[in-house]
Nanobody
Framework: EVQLQASGGGLVQSGGSLRLSCAAS????????IGWFRQAPGKEREGVSC????????TYADSVKGRFTISIDNAENKVYLQMNSLKPEDTDVYYC????????????WGQGTLVTVSS
């Protein structure tokens, strides 16, 4: 069974840090791009960051540049999102998504993990 498991959310004070994990089972990340998105109730989903397994290239939303770092551990089949200098506006449910660079139907979502940043 193909699954993505997101974890690591929690409650943190403004300026604090959290590390989110996205673990894959039933497939590996070869030739996939893995991204983190966030969404609050009633708001549009926002792309936060993504990383391409093939070459390790990554992108970030302007709102998180310099504060968040995405990384991939191919041995563990996990992607991490290190979030530093957190702000109250980072409060959201964070989702990981993996999509194949070559097979459009291979697109998988994990369940969300809630990040709450208190002021």
């Amino acid at each position: 069974e193909v699954q993505l498991q997101a974890s690591g959310g929690g409650l943190v004070q403004s300026g604090g840090s959290l590390r989110l994990s996205c673990a894959a089972s039933g497939f590996d990340f070869d030739d996939f791009t893995i991204g983190w998105f966030r969404q609050a109730p009633g708001k549009e989903r926002e792309g936060v960051s993504c990383i391409r397994e093939r070459d390790g290239s990554s992108t970030y939303a302007d709102s998180v540049k310099g504060r968040f770092t995405i990384s991939i551990d191919n041995a563990e089949n996990k992607v991490y999102l290190q979030m530093n200098s957190l702000k109250p506006e980072d409060t959201d449910v964070y989702y990981c998504n993996a999509w194949s660079d070559y097979e459009p139907t291979h697109n998988y979502w994990g369940q969300g993990t809630l990040v709450t940043v208190s002021s």
